[in-house]
Every structure is written in C-alpha cells, then in structure tokens.
C-alpha cells in the first residue's frame, strides 16, 4: 500500500510562540481535512505537548508536517525531531503519571491515545524523533 | 517480466481512440451485465470516452505498469469518482469493474492486428493490458467498497441520531436511555452527542439508563466511565442506572471500576437521587 | 506582551481565556492572579474556558496551580465552559484535574462560589 504525500511542510520549535503556532498550523490542516472536532482537538492537543517537549527538553528543534493520502483515506503525520539530549528510560516516559515537579510532565502515555499511530526513536546524547498520525 | 520493447498500447489508444471508443461502448451495450436500468446510454458514452482519454493521457509516458506515479492519478481520481456514484446508484461491485474489464476485447482485436504474425510481441502485449486492466478494474472496486462502507457508515450514523434521542426529564436534568447493543464507535456518537447537550441546554445533571442493554463489554464500560469523567470536567453530573445484577458481575469480572461514580437500580431512583441534589420535594396536594 | 485580563466582579475575580496562550502567558497569568486575590482578598476566583479549543498538560497544570494557590490564600477557583471535545480529550490524555471545581457556566460557577463560602462560614460558627 503506498502512501502519496500530498503537501508537506517544516516548522521550527525554538521558542513558545513556536508551539503554539505549530497548534494553529495543525489546526488549519485537520479543519481543512474536514476531521471531527474531537479529533482536530485530540490531534492538536499531542501536537502541543510534542512541540512543547522538544522545545523545553529537547533544546529545541522542528516538526515534519505531511498530509498523507494512501488512496483509501487521507491523514496527517508528524515527525518532531531535536538534537537534544534524548530520553534515558523511554518506558518510563511512556508511562502514565503525573509529574508535579514537571521534569518530563505527563508521560508520553496519554499523548499516545490521542493518535492512531506513535513512534519514538531517542537515543541519549544524541536526540529524539516522535512520529505521530491520525487519520480520517 | 521486463521488456525490451516500448509497448503498442499507448500507439493503439492515441491513433484509435475513436474505433475502440465505438467497439468498447457497443460491447458494453450489448452485454448482458449492463444496468439499463441504473445507467443511461448516453451516460455510459461520456464515462467510457472520458476513460480512454484519460487512459491515453496516462500511457502516453510508457509507464503501463506502476500505477503510483503521478501520471495515473487522473485516471485513478475519475475511477473514484465513478466508483463513487455507481456505489450510490446501487450498482454492484463486479458491475462497477466490469465497466474496466470490458475494454480487455477491444483492446486485444486491435493489439492483434498491429502484431500480426509476431506471436511472443502479442503475448507480451497481451499480459501488460491484461495486468493494466485487472489493476484498474481492481482499483474500482476498492474503491467502490470503501465508498459503500461510509454510505453505511452515514445511515448508520443517522440512525443513531433517531434511535437514541437525549431527553430533557426536568428543567436541568437529563435522560439518554440507551437502547440495543452497543458498539465501540456507536457508543462513543452517542456520549459525545450527550455532552453537547448538556452544554447546550446547561444541563447540570445527566441520567444515563442501560436498562435495554443487554450486555456491556469492557470497551462499551470504559466509554460509559469516560463520559462521565467529561461531563465532571464541563461541570455536570452523570448517574448511571439501570445496572443489572449480571451487568454488575460482569464488570467486576472485568475489572472494570466505577469508582465514586454514582450508580442507581433504576431510572426512577436516579431522578430521586438527582431531585434530592438539587434541592427539590415532590408533594401531593392535601385535600 | 500582552496580559490576560482579570475583572473584579463584586467579590469575585473573573478571568476569561480568549486567546491560545504561550507557555510564559499563562505563567503571568498564574502569578498575576495570585497577586491579585491576596491584594483583593476575593472570595472567590472563576476562570472562564468557554473560548479555548485546546487544553494541553501545561494549561491543565497551571489550572491546577492556580486552585492549589487560591485555596492556600483562602479562596477557591471554579472553572467554567469547558468545551466537549476539551474534557474528551483531557480524559483521554489522561489528566486528572481532580482538584479543580467546574461548572458549565460563569452564571453556575458563582451559585458554586457561594454555596462553597456559605459552607465555609457554616462550618466556622460551629
């Protein structure tokens, strides 16, 4: 099954205007897709938090924004990317629990459930990649 | 197979595009597949013509076999939309691709006058329309079944717009009184549907009754308890009734836990329960 | 930068969320408030999401924050007009927001109030 990538786009996350920005971005996209407003609001929700951890723990970096089309149906996937300083206990990040120190926040867990599709490479000194799609 | 050879067929569909045009469409016409009823003569001209010049636009390149670049997608956004409607004119799959496999004929008469006698170029030939058609005619139906499925998918959905109307008991309380069994994906229309309606008649309270459920799997329960937890968020309550005992085994059975959500035998004792929240006593009239 | 406003109304302060806030924003905007409502000394606190179509971790934190601290000056904080497919997705994520008081309107989230501070008093005169 082949995807085709219908219109793609990069957006720097350097600094909290960028993240929300990267919000209304997303926002425009899945409007304009016509998703359901549950599913606008739970994909620009993890977009942020996504965004949010690559600028506060990641020193910053981008996201790959792409409007896929695999001739069924159509989605949006993001690729965050940063050269920071990666994630030393990845099933620890991804469990739920709520931080009130705030050291790595919520676990990447519940970002998790608000998407079909999640993937996250990191290696510790080198940076970390998150993929995420929801589709139509 | 690779082959050597530049294929004839983009030739055959560029410089006899009016006779095949006219071969295809009486072959369609005369068989017995066809949907007279369903597609008009004319209608059938101007899809089949349109077809071939897009087909003749689409091999012009020499690609007749990747159908994933950029070339075919005209050909395969006009077989969507035509998937598409025949869908909804209630044609069936195999009519649908039929229309595609039908050009298979014509298209080989010709491709065996212009081999002649070269009987390994004809069966090369032979195998790239062949394969070209199949996948085209296989695209269709593809197509065909996912549109169906979201034309299901819409009844469906207004269906559940009908059958599970949100009521409003009392001046700030509500009733969903959940009927049949519950799916996944109908269960989640129909809480979302719930919290809009609180939020649009602010609504404080909101009575959800599963006496007419039948059973309740771990997803159906794990729905419910969201919905609650929402509401709670928005600044409402939700009370679930109707919880029979075998529903209430099996939830515990599941580990499902309602924690502090309050639950009650019936919808009766629910209303009670939600009157005494708000401060309100039913009295009979002394006479 | 710009600042969010707060609006004394009566006893209470009136915080309405009109915009997608920046991180630093709503950080101003927590520090701001508690300022406030000690320099007020409010009886109560009510903070209007009618507006907002996204409620991330870093707003549901400072939400909580911003209950925690009124509570420790003696108030408390009502969060009214969450949008549906807000609390969805907070369920969802997986945030718990437990602390905070909610109501589906400004208009409900002062009927709180005040039952809150009646209890309150109540309790005080036992």
């Given at each position: 099954m082949t995807i085709n990538i219908l219109r793609s786009e990069t957006i720097p996350l350097r600094t909290d205007e960028d993240v929300v920005r990267a919000r209304r971005i997303v926002r425009?996209?899945?409007?304009?897709?016509?998703?359901?407003?549950?599913?606008?609001?739970?994909?620009?929700?993890?977009?942020?938090?996504?965004?949010?951890?690559?600028?506060?723990?990641?020193?910053?970096?981008?996201?790959?924004?792409?409007?896929?089309?695999?001739?069924?149906?159509?989605?949006?996937?993001?690729?965050?990317?940063?050269?920071?300083?990666?994630?030393?206990?990845?099933v620890l990040a991804m469990t739920d629990g709520y931080s009130s120190r705030g050291s790595l926040g919520l676990g990447l867990g519940g970002t998790k459930r608000l998407v079909n599709e999640f993937n996250l490479f990191s290696e510790p000194g080198k940076g970390t990649r998150v993929t995420i799609a929801r589709w139509k | 197979m690779t082959t050597n050879r530049i294929s004839k067929i983009p030739d055959i569909l560029s410089s006899l595009e009016k006779p095949l045009l006219d071969d295809w469409i009486k072959a369609q016409l005369d068989s017995f597949t066809l949907r007279k009823d369903?597609?008009?003569?004319?209608?059938?001209?101007?899809d089949s013509a349109e077809f071939l010049t897009l087909l003749k636009r689409a091999t012009a390149t020499g690609n007749l076999l990747d159908l994933n670049t950029p070339e075919w997608i005209p050909v395969k956004d006009f077989l969507s939309g035509i998937s598409r409607s025949r869908a909804n004119q209630g044609f069936t799959p195999t009519e649908?691709?039929?229309?595609?496999?039908?050009?298979?004929?014509?298209?080989?008469?010709?491709?065996?006058?212009?081999?002649?006698?070269?009987?390994s170029a004809l069966a090369e030939e032979f195998w790239i329309g062949t394969t070209l058609l199949d996948r085209l005619g296989l695209f269709t139906?593809?197509?065909?079944?996912?549109?169906?499925?979201?034309?299901?998918?819409?009844?469906?959905?207004?269906?559940?717009?009908?059958?599970?109307?949100?009521?409003?008991?009392?001046?700030?309380?509500?009733?969903?009184?959940?009927?049949?069994?519950?799916?996944?994906?109908?269960?989640?229309?129909?809480?979302e549907n719930l919290l809009q309606t609180i939020v649009d008649t602010s609504s404080e309270y909101a009575i959800i009754d599963i006496t007419g459920v039948p059973t309740v799997d771990t997803l159906v329960a794990q729905h419910l308890l969201k919905t609650v937890?929402?509401?709670?968020?928005?600044?409402?309550?939700?009370?679930?009734?109707?919880?029979?005992?075998?529903?209430?085994?099996?939830?515990?059975?599941?580990?499902?836990?309602?924690?502090?959500?309050?639950?009650?035998?019936?919808?009766?004792?629910?209303l009670s329960y939600t009157f005494k929240q708000m401060g309100i006593t039913v009295n009979r009239k002394q006479n | 930068?710009?600042?969010?406003?707060?609006?004394?109304?009566?006893?209470?302060?009136?915080?309405?969320?009109?915009?997608?806030?920046?991180?630093?924003?709503?950080?101003?905007?927590?520090?701001?408030?508690?300022?406030?409502?000690?320099?007020?000394?409010?009886?109560?606190?009510?903070?209007?999401i009618s507006s907002l179509d996204v409620v991330d971790s870093f707003i549901g934190r400072m939400l909580d924050n911003i209950a925690a601290m009124t509570r420790a000056l003696g108030t408390e904080t009502v969060v009214v007009g969450m949008q549906p497919a807000v609390a969805i997705t907070i369920v969802e994520l997986g945030l718990s927001l437990e602390n905070i008081y909610t109501a589906l309107n400004v208009d409900k989230g002062m009927a709180l109030l005040e039952a809150r501070m009646q209890a309150s008093v109540d309790a005080n005169d036992d």
């Open positions: 425009d996209w899945t409007i304009s897709m016509k998703f359901s407003l549950v599913d606008q609001t739970k994909l620009v929700t993890a977009v942020s938090e996504l965004a949010r951890n690559t600028v506060d723990h990641g020193g910053g970096g981008s996201a790959l924004l792409e409007m896929l089309d695999d001739t069924i149906r159509r989605g949006i996937r993001l690729t965050f990317e940063d050269q920071g300083p990666g994630i030393p206990d990845i | 369903l597609i008009s003569s004319t209608d059938l001209r101007r649908t691709a039929t229309f595609i496999f039908s050009l298979k004929q014509p298209l080989f008469a010709r491709l065996q006058e212009e081999c002649g006698q070269d009987t139906a593809e197509t065909f079944l996912s549109s169906r499925e979201e034309v299901i998918k819409q009844q469906q959905f207004e269906m559940l717009e009908l059958s599970t109307p949100v009521v409003t008991l009392w001046s700030g309380i509500l009733a969903l009184p959940l009927i049949g069994t519950l799916d996944s994906s109908r269960t989640q229309v129909v809480m937890a929402a509401a709670r968020l928005m600044g409402a309550q939700c009370i679930i009734s109707g919880i029979r005992p075998q529903i209430a085994q099996t939830m515990v059975h599941l580990g499902v836990a309602f924690g502090d959500v309050v639950t009650k035998a019936s919808l009766a004792d629910a | 930068m710009d600042k969010i406003p707060i609006i004394k109304m009566g006893d209470f302060l009136l915080v309405s969320i009109q915009v997608d806030m920046h991180d630093r924003l709503a950080m101003a905007l927590q520090d701001d408030l508690t300022i406030r409502v000690a320099k007020e000394r409010s009886k109560g606190v009510l903070i209007d």
